[in-house]
Nanobody
């Protein structure tokens, strides 16, 4: 299973970006999908996640500004980021809990990361 993320870039404070991530490979079912970020010198943190039932969870720092969504038919997850702040600058990683067979256990996979830079 591979996760391919895209959509990062340079944006001014107050601007918007939309990240996309698609999972490919041998996939029977995707459970949770999410976005994490890691700023220089900081630990990786959860930004937002969504379950297969479309329940969502957000970090307090992004509530009201970021929206996570998924398209299960396309094995994809998205992160709409509005009102971006310089402190949102980080490498953003998508992740997914994937079951490759209906009778096997699931594994957690990570995308390669996409850089988001917010200038002040």
């Amino acid at each position: 299973v591979q996760l391919q993320a895209c959509g990062g870039g340079l944006v001014q404070a107050g601007g918007s970006l939309r990240l996309s991530c698609v999972a490919s490979g041998t996939i029977a079912r995707i459970n949770d999908m999410g976005w994490y970020r890691q700023a220089p010198g900081s630990q990786r943190e959860l930004v937002a996640s969504t379950t297969s039932g479309a329940s969502t969870k957000y970090a307090d720092s992004v509530k009201g500004r970021f929206t996570i969504s998924r398209d299960s038919a396309k094995n994809s997850v998205y992160l709409q980021m509005n009102s971006l702040k310089p402190e949102d600058t980080a490498v953003y990683y998508c992740a997914a809990d994937v079951r490759s067979s209906w009778f096997g256990k699931s594994n957690y996979y990570w995308g390669q990361g996409t850089l988001v830079t917010v200038s002040s």
